[in-house]
């Protein structure tokens, strides 16, 4: 029989336990792009400021703020990129603390050159609107579309194509975010390991245009 010390300790063990568990790690990301422009600016780390780097088509604007991560290096030999999704404006240079939501792996092909090319999802720690939003599980069907529209036009207007993967949750995508910094980079032969608790919700995903049109 337990003692009521003994009983107690382990009470607050369990209670500890459960914490830990659901303790959410949070990230400093760093804004490069805000939503709803047609300016992409990219970060020179040589000079440590930012860049007016290219215009996107007439009608055609950043739909989420795009940035990275901070202490990651991704196969491009640039920080790992990150997708944020919040009800307020933002600014380049600005650093949000945000919560991983999950990520979108994807390849990016240009002539003879095929690399890794993830997106991480998060949503700001102070965000109310989107406070709900735990994982990807948790966004419509449609937010994936509209996404993945945009990346694959983004890309061909460059020359590149853009090959989705697959779409992985919070817990997947924090264990790749961890092998992606910048003292163990994923080399391109290490082999992908498919979540499919989550694709499933986003069955046939559309790689091309064509496929996003039709629905498929």
């Known amino acids: 029989m337990q003692s009521p010390g003994q009983f107690y300790f382990f009470t607050i063990g ?12 949070k990230y400093n990301v760093v804004i490069e792009t805000p939503r709803n422009s ?23 604007c950043f739909p989420y703020d795009f940035g990275f991560i901070p202490g990651t290096k991704g196969e491009d ?3 790992v ?23 979108l792996l994807a390849e990016q092909a240009e002539k003879n050159q095929t690399i890794r090319n993830d997106r991480f999802f998060f949503v700001p720690c102070i965000s109310m609107v989107y406070k709900h939003i735990k994982s990807t599980r948790d966004l419509p069907k449609s937010f994936m579309k ?7 036009n983004y890309n061909e207007e460059k020359g590149k194509e853009f ?10 995508a924090k264990n790749i975010l961890k092998e992606k910094s910048v003292f163990s980079c994923r080399s391109l032969t290490t082999p992908v390991i ?15 245009c064509e496929g996003l049109r039709l629905g498929k």
């Open 38 to 60: 047609r300016e992409k600016y990219t970060y020179d780390e040589e000079s440590k400021g930012f860049f007016l780097k290219k215009l996107l088509p007439a009608g055609m």
């Open 146 to 152: 509209e996404l993945l529209f945009f990346f694959i």
């Open 81 to 103: 990129d990150a997708l944020i999704i919040s009800e307020f404006g933002t600014f380049p240079g600005c650093r949000i603390e945000c919560r991983l939501i999950g990520a």
């Open 194 to 208: 498919v979540d499919r608790t989550v694709s499933s919700k986003y069955i046939s995903l559309p790689t091309t």
């Open 14 to 25: 369990i209670c500890l336990a459960a914490m830990s568990k659901n303790r959410m790690t």
């Open 163 to 172: 090959r989705v993967l697959d779409v992985v949750s919070r817990e997947r």
């Open 77 to 79: 030999g640039d920080p």
